[in-house]
């Protein structure tokens, strides 16, 4: 690694500076932080301002240490809109390759929810209602898909990015979701996803992915193997969390499982196609009855959660025993199956899947023996509800599974510390021992930026402040939600009343996220309203002017925070206020992205008015920026 490290200390004090790169001396001290954790394979917590060039850094080493090990590294992103500007034409990787005269051979590894399911596909286009689109998709699709001959040449197809055209309700009708029984899938071989997986694979430098994904990888990769299945990544090494703060949530997700009436039902129904014992389908049936019943009573101690899609459950001890009943059960039938295995009554392979899905199922409805560790709710899933099954806390799973590797773990954002510390991220994650830094931002924002805070108590003053806001700025405005819900009561005001009729207005939703960005950065007068672009959106120059926060980023009212509040003796100071602070410095990171760049910070909110509220939006507005308040 020391000619590497001395080949990256001629990048950024020669080559840079000599093809007119402005190299930031943050960014050298970053690269030095970086060499030792490298070096030592420690994991490193990198909290760069806005500017420092903290992804030109970690590329560079990431891309490094993989030809030195002859393992790929893995640069794990918070989102796909992050992907995105990472292999743009325009990124960091494109810039790499055009001013180093180096190719760094970056493959993608998207989430399954990604990719076009054939079987979906196939279902919507015999609906009569379902429009032509489907059908044109279909016809779009490459040859082998339909065609079974021998000698073809097969490639990678049907990501969302293909498709940006359609909405996020529309993709939802053809997109993988997590029913999807694919090991079985009679097209799982012509399958865009399973061919994308075949290339990424073989990555020789970098694999780009989700923390999503990466979690799941983390998850599945012991049963996968059972399975007689590869991981979904290969052996790396080396991680890179960007924007590493939100890498908890991930690990939830990850370790969430879904419980759904009528998968569960396909699943274990397909046993009673064979030639198996009286009693063995006597319970398969039993439990398919049991499966009706326990969502019955689901359904029936649910309530909606503020805020949220989401339902929040009841746990009375009818339904617990409900939920009990069915866990046996199950466990019965998987004592049925060992004896059944040894009849060889039953296909080997299936069999084995079956099993699986029972063991996961049981694990997950274990977690209610103990219901003070779990946090639960039902969503909706495919027109009906699924069950969600949640753990409370994720961090010694994390150290077991992924903090406890020899390696180098890079942890990268302009928001990883609270008050000045990195302990609560520790914490979290179940990180013991580990490296950190904070290098501040290079720009001048009391320069640069004008922020206004506004007290809106009545919609009507958010709606006209917000107005006279873009009126300033011609467009040129990013507006940012803290929730779906919210994003569209504003769309159906604005469309409505016709208020942003001078204006081309997009909103997240109506189309593939990075489809969206693309058409914003280069349209220059229009407006983006979203929900998920606090973090990750890099667009400097003119078409990002404004920055409007319709309402400050407070966590949702669901069961996953409120399980945490409940679980804290000051759930403003422990819970809320970090959450928003966090959030609200992200949002404000997307205007100034170069020294050039000027704007505005429109914060719009009920709560100003509270004194705690105020001065935890003050602690992280930029020093010198905040130009107005009412």
């Given amino acids: 690694m020391s000619q590497a490290s001395d080949w990256i200390a001629d990048v950024f004090y020669e080559i840079l500076p000599e093809a007119g790169f402005e190299v930031r001396d943050e960014q050298i001290y970053m690269a030095f932080q970086l060499e030792r954790a490298f070096q030592d394979k420690r994991t490193l917590f990198a909290e760069a301002g806005v500017g420092t060039g903290k992804t030109l850094v970690y590329l560079l080493y990431a891309a490094a240490y993989a030809r030195y090990t002859q393992k790929p590294a893995i640069i794990a992103c918070a989102d796909e809109s992050l992907i995105e500007q990472l292999t743009k034409p325009e990124g960091d990787l494109a810039k790499i390759a055009r001013y180093l005269e180096l190719t760094i051979d970056a493959r993608v590894a998207k989430s399954q929810s990604q990719y076009l399911c054939l079987n979906k596909l196939d279902a919507v286009r015999s609906d009569v209602d379902s429009g032509e689109v489907y059908d044109a998709i279909h016809e779009g699709l490459p040859g082998f898909v339909h065609q079974h001959g021998t000698m073809q040449s097969f490639h990678p197809y049907g990501s969302r990015k293909d498709y940006s055209e359609l909405s996020d309700a529309e993709w939802s009708r053809i997109g993988w979701d997590v029913f999807q029984d694919c090991l079985i899938c009679p097209q799982r071989h012509r399958c865009g996803m399973t061919l994308s997986r075949d290339h990424y694979r073989k990555a020789p430098d970098l694999l780009i992915c989700s923390h999503d994904f990466y979690m799941e990888h983390v998850w599945t990769a012991e049963a996968r193997k059972r399975e007689g299945q590869l991981p979904l990544l290969p052996e790396h090494s080396s991680v890179v969390f960007d924007e590493g703060h939100l890498l908890e949530t991930a690990a939830q997700n990850a370790l969430t499982y879904k419980l759904e009436h009528n998968m569960f039902e396909s699943i274990i129904s397909r046993l009673l196609q064979n030639d198996i014992r009286e009693k063995l389908a006597y319970a398969i049936e039993d439990a398919i009855t049991r499966s009706e ?37 199950l466990e019965e039938i998987e004592e049925q199956l060992v004896f059944e295995s040894g009849l060889f009554t039953l296909d080997a392979y299936y069999l084995t899947i079956v099993e699986e899905q029972l063991d996961m199922i049981g694990v997950a409805l274990a977690l209610f023996e103990r219901p003070e560790g779990l946090i639960t709710w039902l969503a909706p899933e495919n027109g009906s509800l699924a069950l969600v099954i949640m753990p409370r806390l994720v961090k010694e799973v994390l150290k077991e599974r992924v903090f406890s590797r020899q390696m180098p773990i890079i942890f990268s954002s302009a928001t990883l510390s609270a008050g000045g510390t990195f302990e609560y991220m520790a914490d979290t994650l179940g990180i013991q021992n580990f490296l950190s830094f904070s290098t501040p931002s290079p720009y001048d924002y009391a320069e640069q930026m004008q922020v206004i805070m506004l007290e809106t108590t009545a919609i009507e003053d958010k709606q006209a402040a917000a107005l006279e806001a873009l009126r300033r700025s011609g467009g040129r405005a990013l507006l940012l939600f803290p929730d779906r819900v919210q994003l569209q009561q504003f769309r159906s005001w604005a469309v409505g009343s016709g208020s942003l009729d001078g204006y081309r207005t997009r909103y997240e939703g109506e189309a593939e996220i990075s489809h969206l960005i693309s058409a914003f950065q280069n349209d220059e007068e229009s407006i983006l309203c979203a929900t998920t672009l606090w973090e990750g959106l890099d667009i400097p120059g003119p078409s990002l002017s404004l920055v409007i926060v319709w309402e400050l980023p407070w966590p949702p009212f669901d069961p996953v925070y409120n399980a945490r509040r409940l679980e804290s003796a000051a759930p403003f100071e422990e819970v809320e206020k970090p959450f928003m602070q966090l959030r609200l410095r992200q949002g404000i990171g997307r205007l100034i992205r170069t020294r050039e760049d000027r704007g505005e910070i429109v914060l719009l909110s009920d709560r100003l008015g509270e004194s705690a509220v105020k001065e935890a939006v003050l602690a992280v507005i930029p020093e010198g920026t905040l130009k107005g308040t009412n």
């Fill in 293 to 329: 019943e326990l969502f019955r009573h689901l359904r029936g101690s649910s309530r909606p959660a503020i805020g949220s899609e989401r339902l929040e459950i009841s746990l009375t001890p009818e339904l617990l025993r409900e939920l009990r009943a069915f866990r046996l059960l």
